[in-house]
């Protein structure tokens, strides 16, 4: 072979061997990274597998908002860890031990459960004993027992100063019992002292009754058969006078009888039955009356006057055609409206008006009995008399309990009512039913005694509804308030 050939064939057998080298060394290489990130990528995967179990792709995302801002030096999972300890150590109180979250949640959750309960308890809300209730907030607990403390301390202060005012209320009884044990001691050293006095007084009149016991029950003996004289004396005069007495009635009654015969007996209502003014204006649109009664006369404003026709006079039941109330009084004069009034008879010029307790020139005197049905609803009122008093004291009248020369009008309701007298039974099973049978019978026999004395003196005597026709009240008595 020719040099030149030679040379030739020896540089291309170089570069193919350079070539094989290289491609060798690019495989091998190839090889090597292929296997290298094949193991980088699996290393990848169970990286991002870890990775998912401690934080999902968006709570990665936002973990700088869920952690907030990472403690120098430390991860956002050290910074977390961190946060666990201050807060299960704001819980316990002691120091954090090792382990993981859930052995210190737990431990947190074991030392609060039982605290937490005792204040759902203390504080009476409801699933205190209920596993399933709903968690209550431990700010919320924490809240309620400080409020509760509070009060709690307010009504201890409280105590104490009631305590207080009780131990000064306590020093003071002390005090005035002390001083009261003195001066009980002092008397009872008096006492002795009187009684040992006493003692030997008695002991002298003693000797001195002993030795004068038969001359002293021989004087009495002497008195007693003088006083039994006397007594039998008395009863012979008593006896005489009485049939005196009863003599002089049967004369006294004989003798009404013929004076009777010859002039009636006078009337004792015809003072009830003078009129106390007469009607003299009439406006009958504006309803109002004008009558000869002023302050001259104590007219006062409210007093009501019954109005009587001009020629019938006042009836002996003191009916009257209407019914006035005086509000405007002049001296001569009064101006009242008119509160009740006939349409057939209606009041006139001149008609007469008057009222049974009102009186221009003395002070009438009233006795009140009985029970009295003030509302018409059927039951009597227990104040009933005293109401009608009250009445008769504003229009200047006077009340009083017995009758007497100085009554002028006697108030009698219906008779108390006596209710059976309460057996052992009765008393045992009510107490008070024995108080309130003698109330019943005293009532009754008051009633019984004033209609006595009434009728014995000739003292005009009035039903309530009579009463209220001689007043000119009974249109005012039906309204609320009227007593």
């Known amino acids: 072979m020719p040099p030149g050939k030679r040379r030739q064939s020896n540089a291309m057998l170089y ?18 990274y292929y296997v290298k990130a094949e193991e980088l990528r699996t290393r990848a995967d169970e990286a991002e597998r870890e990775l998912s179990t401690v934080a999902s792709s968006s709570e990665i995302s936002r973990m700088g908002d869920i952690v907030g801002e990472r403690s120098g030096g430390q991860t956002n999972l050290g910074t977390m860890v961190e946060h666990l300890d201050r807060v299960v150590g ?16 737990s ?21 205190a004993s209920d596993p399933n209730a709903p968690p209550v907030a431990l700010t919320t607990l924490v809240s ?24 000064t209320k306590f020093t003071d009884a002390t005090q005035i019992w ?12 008096e006492y002795r002292t009187l009684v040992e006095q006493t003692k030997a007084d008695y002991n002298d009149l003693r000797v001195l009754v002993t030795q004068r016991s038969d001359d002293r029950v021989a004087s009495l003996l002497n008195q007693l058969e003088e006083e039994r004289a006397q007594t039998r004396q008395l009863n012979q005069e008593m006896a005489k006078t009485q049939d005196q007495l009863h003599l002089a009635q049967q004369r006294l009654g004989d003798a009404l009888t013929q004076v009777n015969k010859i002039q009636p007996p006078p009337d004792h209502e015809a ?13 009958d649109i504006e309803r109002l009356v004008t009558i000869n009664l002023g302050s001259d006369d104590k007219v006062y404003r409210g007093l009501t006057f019954s109005v009587y026709d001009n020629l019938g006079g006042i009836p002996r039941d003191g009916k009257p055609k209407g019914e006035i109330e005086i509000f405007a009084i002049d001296r001569k004069v009064s101006t009242a409206r008119i509160l009740s009034s006939q349409e057939r008879n209606p009041i006139s010029t001149n008609d007469l008006v008057a009222n049974l307790i009102w009186n221009s020139d003395k002070v009438n005197h009233f006795v009140i009995a009985g029970d009295f049905d003030l509302n018409s609803d ?9 109401s009608i008093a009250s009445l008769i004291g504003k229009w200047g009248g006077v009340t009083d309990n017995t009758v007497t020369a100085q009554t002028d009008f ?7 009512r006596l209710p059976p007298e309460p057996t052992f039974e009765d008393l045992a099973a009510n107490p008070m039913a024995r108080e309130r049978y003698d109330s019943a019978k005293q009532r009754q026999e008051r009633y019984e005694e004033i209609r006595q004395q009434a009728q014995a003196l000739y003292i005009p005597v009035f039903a309530y509804q009579r009463f209220l026709y001689f007043t000119g009240y009974e249109t005012a008595a039906g309204k609320p308030g009227a007593f």
């Open 15 to 32: 570069t193919l061997m350079t070539f094989v080298g290289l491609f060798i060394i690019a495989t091998t290489a190839a090889v090597v």
């Open 410 to 416: 006697v108030i009698l309701g219906t008779k108390p």
């Open 178 to 189: 002390q001083e009261t044990e003195e001066g009980l001691t002092a008397k009872v050293a």
């Open 378 to 386: 059927g039951t009597p009122e227990y104040d009933a008399d005293a």
């Open 144 to 167: 309620g027992l400080l409020d509760k403390l509070q009060n709690t301390l307010k009504e201890k202060q409280a105590v104490q100063n009631q305590l207080k005012a009780l131990q």
């Open 90 to 105: 704001l819980a316990t109180g002691t120091p954090v031990p090792p382990g993981n979250a859930e052995v210190k949640a």
């Open 107 to 127: 431990s947190v959750a074991r030392a609060a459960s039982a605290l937490l309960d005792k204040a759902r308890s203390y504080l009476s809300l409801p699933g």
């Open 271 to 283: 003072e009830a039955q003078e009129p106390d003014g007469r009607i003299l204006l009439v406006d």
